[in-house]
């Protein structure tokens, strides 16, 4: 669906740098929504504004900002406000991974982890959906996962955060549904970004065999198009829709134990 108003549009994407955040920035960029792109590394953001502009003649504004902050969503927030924006359309993206046992793994960088994909994205679906409910005008797509059905051994916070996200995200559909603002969450299964480096998990059995790895392009455009239909949630990819329609009839400790086979290292230690 392309933004045919006449009145300017504004995307804000978080992680727009790279993966399914890119590839959703180009979605809006190509239908003429301007972007407000958050990621903490600020080449990789000039760069996306680079292409889109020349791509596309939207504005692209950059924001370097690492959400793992205590205080980084209400300073995003207030820089956005103080500067003038309107964000029609919020997209939390930005999330990360651990990948190992948890009795094993470093605690202070779960907690980070949890402020990241927990904290972070609750406070700016807040700051930003109240504003478009004072306006009765906007959407939020919120990247959750197929993680965000199971419990995942191996990345047990990870999957738990997973899970946050679509518990938040289904409540508050039902909270404005009267209004004419819209949440629609983003499951994906493993998509081929780099994601997988970033949470240390490229001895997983899970992510051997890329081409089995979804592809961030088609994600994003399912996301794009729920967002756009104004769909509550959606899984993308058939398989990944079958696997999930199958895990919510098995009991959780079965699927939990078929997950730590999937996700246990290839060298796994006996
Ligand atoms: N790949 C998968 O298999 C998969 C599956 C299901 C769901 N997801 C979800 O999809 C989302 C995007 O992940 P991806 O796979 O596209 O990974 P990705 O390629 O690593 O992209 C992550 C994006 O978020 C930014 N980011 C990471 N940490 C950040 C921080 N602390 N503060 C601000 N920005 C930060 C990154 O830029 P900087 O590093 O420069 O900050 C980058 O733009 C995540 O929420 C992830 O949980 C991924």
Known sequence: MKNETNVEQYALITGASTGIGYELAKLFAADGYNIIAVARTQDDLERVKQELT????VKVEVLVKDLFGENAASELYEEVKSRGFVVNVLVNDAGQGVYGLFAESDIDQQIKIIHLNI????RLTYYFMKDMLARNEGKILQLASVASETPGPYQAVYHATKAFVLSLTEALISEVKDSAVTLTALQPGATDTD???????????AVQDKSKLADPAK???DGYEALMKGDD???????NKFQTALGNIMPDTMLADQ???QQEPVNKKE
Not at 119 to 122: E, F, G
Not at 195 to 205: G, I
């Open 259 to 261: 997950v730590r086979k």
């Open 54 to 57: 020349a791509q596309h003649g």
């Open 195 to 205: 994601f997988f480096a970033k949470a240390d998990m490229l001895d997983s059995k």
């Open 219 to 221: 994600v994003a455009r």
């Open 233 to 239: 949630k959606i899984v993308s990819g058939a398989k």
């Open 119 to 122: 904290v972070s994205l609750t």
